[in-house]
């Protein structure tokens, strides 16, 4: 019988072995996956706008509460009780209005996504 010879493969230490280096300042290349661009932040003024766009109640049931309050505060300074009444009447109605504001925007933002 012939002696089976085996095929000598040479060993590979770690120092002939050529990883590429990490570079943290960049993110990790992933076959076939191309990252996106981050989107620009929105600033304060372009977010109220879209929101107020999206749903133009609820900033002008804001409105309405803090012009009752403001009003209602000064005729109560002013010793215009029965005014002062009615104003503050005013606010509750104004903040309940808001409050269903929102709740349809939610609702509506929320069938909208369907």
Do not use: W
Not at 3 to 23: C, F, W
Not at 67 to 91: I, N
Not at 102 to 110: L, M
């Amino acid at each position: 019988m012939a002696a089976a010879t085996t095929p000598v493969v040479p060993e590979q230490s770690a120092s002939t072995t050529h990883l590429p280096m990490l570079d943290i300042s960049k993110p990790p290349v992933i076959d076939g996956f191309t990252p996106l661009s981050r989107p620009r932040e929105e600033t304060f003024q372009e977010k109220f706008m879209r929101k107020s766009k999206e749903n133009p109640f609820v900033p002008i049931g804001c409105l309405g509460t803090a012009g009752a309050l403001m009003y209602g505060l000064r005729a109560f300074k002013q010793g215009k009780t029965r005014q002062s009444q009615l104003l503050m009447r005013g606010r509750i109605f104004a903040q309940g209005f808001t409050v269903v504001a929102i709740i349809f925007g939610v609702f509506t933002t929320a069938l909208k996504k369907d």
